[in-house]
């Protein structure tokens, strides 16, 4: 369990197949803190560290996991959102985040808004209908308020405030019109939706 609050940002150093594609990214966790086995978020998606070194660490990605995320995310010289799971006792700054990606948004829309980035997204209609205005979504593992949903024919598009803070602490502040991110809708709004539809 995560909290969409971005802690590292990640570095692919090496991309290889091995049957599942291994990868070796870097970062700036103390990595003695760090067992092998353990769970990491990158940019939203949960992986298992598989081997590591003092500034490094790799996990392996499977072919499903490959075919529902973007595959820029896995190329040598991606930067990568990077969280270590949530432990009892934590502050909860964000919201619940399980790393189990529901699927990718397309972002099509980036414009200066104040001091924020507004970003606008669209994404699958499977997963607009769990999408609410002031509700919670993880795009590429950050922890963020929608502003606004418009349901469109075959997909959602909504809209969402980066904080200059936000920016600068996690890879937002490059998206462009054009990229795909990874989404992740409240868990909460998954168990109302199954609720709603056994009545």
């Given at each position: 369990?995560?909290t969409?609050?971005?802690?590292?940002?990640?570095?692919?150093?090496?991309?290889?197949?091995?049957?599942?594609?291994?990868?070796?990214?870097?970062?700036?966790?103390?990595m003695?803190?760090?067992?092998?086995?353990?769970?990491?978020?990158?940019s939203?998606?949960?992986?298992?560290?598989?081997?590591?070194?003092n500034?490094?660490?790799?996990?392996?990605?499977?072919?499903?996991?490959?075919?529902?995320?973007?595959?820029?995310?896995?190329?040598?010289?991606?930067?990568?959102?990077?969280?270590?799971?949530?432990?009892?006792?934590?502050?909860?700054?964000?919201?619940?985040?399980?790393?189990?990606?529901?699927?990718?948004?397309?972002?099509?829309?980036?414009?200066?808004?104040?001091?924020?980035?507004?970003i606008?997204?669209?994404?699958?209609?499977?997963i607009?209908?769990?999408?609410a205005?002031?509700?919670?979504?993880?795009?590429?593992?950050?922890s963020?308020?929608v502003?606004?949903?418009?349901?469109?024919?075959?997909?959602?598009?909504?809209?969402?405030?980066?904080?200059?803070?936000?920016?600068?602490?996690?890879?937002?502040?490059?998206?462009a019109?054009?990229?795909?991110?990874?989404?992740?809708?409240?868990?909460l709004?998954?168990?109302?939706?199954?609720?709603?539809?056994?009545?």
């Amino acid at each position: 369990m995560f909290t969409g609050i971005i802690t590292d940002i990640g570095t692919v150093r090496s991309a290889e197949e091995r049957g599942d594609l291994r990868l070796t990214i870097g970062c700036g966790y103390d990595m003695a803190t760090v067992d092998l086995g353990a769970s990491i978020a990158c940019s939203g998606v949960c992986l298992t560290v598989v081997d590591k070194g003092n500034d490094w660490f790799a996990v392996d990605v499977s072919t499903e996991t490959q075919s529902r995320t973007p595959p820029q995310m896995w190329r040598e010289g991606a930067r990568l959102n990077l969280e270590r799971p949530l432990r009892v006792g934590d502050e909860l700054g964000g919201h619940f985040v399980t790393g189990h990606v529901d699927g990718m948004g397309d972002v099509t829309e980036v414009a200066p808004e104040g001091g924020s980035i507004r970003i606008s997204v669209r994404a699958p209609k499977e997963i607009g209908q769990y999408i609410a205005a002031k509700g919670s979504i993880a795009v590429d593992g950050v922890s963020l308020t929608v502003n606004e949903v418009a349901d469109e024919a075959e997909s959602t598009g909504f809209g969402i405030n980066v904080i200059p803070h936000t920016a600068g602490h996690t890879t937002l502040g490059q998206l462009a019109a054009g990229d795909r991110v990874n989404l992740e809708i409240d868990v909460l709004a998954r168990y109302l939706k199954r609720m709603a539809a056994s009545q």
